[in-house]
DNA sequence: TTGAATACTGTCCATTTGTACAGTATAATG
DNA sequence: CATTATACTGTACAAATGGACAGTATTCAA
């Protein structure tokens, strides 16, 4: 994991300490308070800086909009990383921005690793034909981009599905690993296609 | 300590719940949408009654301003637990003595709960039917009893196989999800069964 | 029956808070 | 030297959020 500049260490140290002693993350403008900053960007830039380290994660317009996900001491007991259980993905929005969080799931860190790791429940039996199953928790990374083969949650329509990723001359192929699904073909000249991340693992509750 | 309403306590526990899966308690709002309140107002008179209750501390004009003073039962573990990950199972030792573990895994404890699990990596592809790969790693609860329809970890031959476990007129029948298998059945009068535990989950990295 | 406590709906407003935009400064790097 | 990453200042705005006011319904005990 890439290491935090002094400034940012000192940042997320005072996260921590606030989520310890209050319960709740500080805003942005207790943090620049804290250090004596006067510009609330400062703080965003550090934010952001910390969070592409993959040391937090930033929820988008909420207020303390701030989660923990790697403390500095790192083990600190758990092997585990805690990643978010969202129920669906709205188009557009950045997954860190998804309102619909219905809980979070421990991970082993060893098996999945961050940053940009969140989950969601498979709906439907569309993959079937690889192992995944309805009601299986699908373990996604974040990225827009897929190379031809991967399993992506695409954004199609609005709405979130889990489909095979095919590029065919200029052609985008979305298919499902179910001899029961059709293929959804995007045209060349089509832009529109959103990918919210790249299929890591799954975990299945029997 | 007075005691808390129904509702009360439902809003309680929705707050420790939101601090322990995101780090930060809710806001009236997002307590409101989870119970289906169309008023918020309505959550702030839960709110101030628990606080007279002495169960929490509202700080005025903050956002998420409520500090958990008194949980409901706190048990406050890591919400990982560590198994350990075995490579194969040797007949008549419980499983807490052996001493081929490769690795522990972390699992999510609200996902997996203990005691007596550990993990097994799944060798050939003779549950595929059900979604069941090669590679997978399965989550056993160890235990000697089973139900008929289970998939359980089975000694057969010394060797610690993964097979649907069926009770048929005395019979007992080991049932590969996979055409290209076919069942292992031991017969009624042929004590010799032994069972490892039962299948609760899987985890596949993919 | 009366009254108090609880459990709600609905609307409005001021504050808190996140976010964007426009900059400056410094250090490291090629 | 130009470029990039980091570390800051300062202003403005929209969204998120807490808080107040005005009600209604139900339960429960006096």
Redesign the interface.
């Known amino acids: 994991m890439e290491r935090l500049t002094v400034s940012q260490e000192r940042v997320l140290s005072f996260i921590i300490a606030c ?1 310890k002693n ?4 500080p ?1 942005i403008r207790e943090i620049a308070l804290h250090f004596g900053y006067r510009s609330l960007n400062n703080v965003r830039q550090h934010l952001r800086l910390i969070e592409r380290k993959g040391y937090i994660r930033l929820i988008q317009g909420k ?2 909009g701030v ?2 996900v790697v403390g500095l001491d790192m083990d600190s ?4 990383i ?1 990643v ?1 259980l969202v129920g669906s993905v709205p188009a557009g929005k950045p997954i860190t921005a998804i309102e619909n ?1 219905e ?10 690793k961050g940053p940009g790791l969140f989950t969601l429940r498979v709906q439907g039996e569309s993959m ?1 034909g ?4 309805d009601g ?1 928790i699908a373990i996604i990374r974040q990225q827009q981009a897929a190379e031809s083969g991967d ?1 992506v949650v695409a954004l199609i329509d609005g709405e979130a599905t889990l489909k095979r990723y095919i590029q065919q001359n200029g052609s985008i192929i979305f298919r499902a690993e179910n001899p029961g699904f059709s293929d959804i073909t995007i045209p060349a000249d089509q832009g529109e296609v959103t990918i919210a991340g790249k ?8």
Chains 1, 2 share one sequence.
């Not at 209050?22 to 993350?25: A, F, L």
């Not at 809980?103 to 999945?112: C, G, K, P, R, V």
């Not at 690889?130 to 199953?133: E, P």
Request: hydrophobic fraction near 35%.
């Open positions: 989520q209050h319960g709740s993350p805003t207020a303390r989660e923990v007991g758990g092997r585990g805690q978010p969080r809980d979070s799931i421990t991970l082993d860190q060893n098996l999945f079937s690889i192992g995944i199953l299986d399993i299929l890591i693992g799954i975990i299945r509750k029997v």
